[in-house]
């Protein structure tokens, strides 16, 4: 309930941050009580997950982009009632949603009762790997893993030849600026 | 610019436990938490740190460039290349049970050689992603 409440005030100063490089710290924050809270959950694949990609790297390379780009945030040029509303319902809907789920913990839920049973009583028969996250992560459903490896080795192309391309009128008008400020 | 000498003997003293855990993560993943992305986010941060006490050139001179690049397209080879195995010798794409004569064994080998290909990735990625943002902020 703490972690909850903090992570409430973190989000609400991340909204009234207009700059970005307090956003990226507070993100960093965020993603910190994040793990925790999976950690509190017994989560601690994801809450490992978390602390090393939602508040390392990330955040190494958030800050490594407003290094490139401007950090200070432009102030709304109109009153976005519209996104208001509409995040307004969509997480009115989402939470509606949640109140027909069953209780959280609960050993008979669907969740509980498909696949997970096999998978944590025979992944040590099965594969001699008693943490059953890894060998659902790579055995079990190694396809989605390697979706995901695929995935980022995309992202990670993309972006490389998004900043390296083009280098000639780029590299100019970064000269200007720095010269601007100077 | 020479850094701070606090920030070089920390950074140096820090270096290979930070190396160390990331290989911890990564071959301990299969009793504990920790895995192939965990493990190559971590080890990805070493370089990352090196690079910012130290400077880029110092960091290339580890972690060269080119060998981080290929790095990135090496794991998803591995990844695809293991389940291709399962493929060739007759049963499903992706099923290690053939890697060994016994199949839990050959399981446990599959996710080994997968997790090592997700970490290749991950680590390739993350640095070479790096190094391009640094390389672009010159």
């Given at each position: 309930?703490?972690?909850?409440?903090?992570?409430?005030?973190?989000?609400?100063?991340?909204?009234?941050?207009?700059?970005?490089?307090?956003?990226?710290?507070?993100?960093?924050?965020?993603?910190?009580?994040?793990?925790?809270?999976?950690?509190?959950?017994d989560?601690?694949?994801?809450?490992l997950?978390?602390?090393?990609?939602g508040?390392?790297?990330?955040?190494?390379?958030?800050?490594?982009?407003?290094?490139?780009?401007?950090?200070?945030?432009?102030?709304?040029?109109?009153?976005?009632?519209?996104?208001?509303?509409l995040?307004?319902?969509?997480?009115?809907?989402?939470?509606?949603?949640?109140l027909?789920l069953?209780?959280?913990?609960?050993?008979?839920?669907?969740?509980?009762?498909?696949?997970?049973?096999?998978?944590?009583?025979?992944?040590?028969?099965?594969?001699?790997?008693?943490?059953?996250v890894?060998?659902?992560?790579?055995?079990?459903?190694?396809?989605?893993t390697?979706?995901?490896?695929?995935?980022?080795?995309t992202?990670?192309?993309?972006?490389?030849?998004?900043?390296?391309?083009?280098?000639?009128?780029?590299?100019?008008?970064?000269?200007?600026?720095t010269?601007?400020?100077? | 610019?020479?850094?701070?000498?606090i920030?070089?003997?920390?950074?140096?003293?820090?270096?290979?436990?930070?190396?160390?855990?990331?290989l911890?993560?990564?071959?301990?993943?299969?009793?504990?938490?920790?895995?192939?992305?965990?493990?190559?986010?971590?080890?990805?941060?070493?370089?990352?740190?090196?690079?910012i006490?130290f400077?880029?050139?110092?960091?290339q001179?580890?972690?060269?460039?080119?060998?981080v690049?290929?790095?990135?397209?090496?794991?998803?080879?591995?990844?695809?290349?293991?389940?291709?195995?399962?493929?060739?010798?007759?049963?499903?794409?992706?099923?290690?049970?053939?890697?060994?004569?016994?199949?839990?064994?050959?399981?446990?080998?599959?996710?080994?050689?997968?997790?090592?290909?997700?970490?290749i990735?991950?680590?390739?990625?993350?640095?070479?992603?790096?190094?391009?943002?640094v390389?672009?902020?010159?």
């Amino acid at each position: 309930m703490v972690l909850l409440t903090l992570l409430a005030v973190v989000a609400i100063a991340i909204v009234r941050q207009r700059s970005l490089v307090g956003v990226v710290i507070l993100a960093g924050i965020y993603s910190f009580l994040m793990a925790s809270i999976f950690l509190v959950l017994d989560a601690v694949d994801v809450a490992l997950t978390e602390a090393s990609v939602g508040a390392g790297i990330s955040i190494v390379l958030l800050l490594a982009t407003l290094h490139l780009t401007k950090t200070v945030e432009n102030p709304p040029i109109q009153r976005n009632l519209i996104p208001l509303s509409l995040s307004l319902i969509v997480g009115a809907a989402l939470i509606w949603g949640t109140l027909a789920l069953p209780p959280f913990g609960t050993a008979d839920a669907p969740i509980h009762q498909h696949v997970v049973p096999r998978y944590l009583t025979q992944t040590i028969k099965e594969t001699n790997v008693p943490n059953a996250v890894t060998s659902v992560l790579a055995d079990y459903r190694g396809f989605d893993t390697l979706g995901e490896a695929t995935v980022i080795f995309t992202a990670g192309i993309g972006v490389m030849l998004l900043l390296r391309g083009r280098r000639r009128r780029p590299e100019r008008a970064g000269e200007k600026k720095t010269g601007k400020r100077i | 610019m020479r850094p701070d000498v606090i920030l070089r003997v920390g950074t140096k003293l820090i270096l290979p436990f930070i190396l160390l855990f990331a290989l911890y993560v990564q071959f301990h993943g299969d009793f504990g938490p920790g895995g192939g992305f965990q493990a190559g986010v971590i080890a990805a941060g070493t370089v990352i740190l090196l690079t910012i006490t130290f400077g880029l050139e110092s960091a290339q001179r580890v972690a060269p460039r080119a060998l981080v690049e290929r790095m990135v397209p090496l794991g998803v080879l591995i990844y695809a290349g293991t389940g291709v195995v399962g493929l060739l010798l007759g049963k499903n794409f992706l099923d290690y049970s053939v890697l060994s004569h016994d199949a839990a064994h050959g399981r446990e080998l599959g996710i080994f050689l997968v997790e090592v290909g997700v970490l290749i990735t991950v680590a390739g990625t993350m640095t070479a992603l790096f190094y391009a943002f640094v390389e672009r902020g010159r």
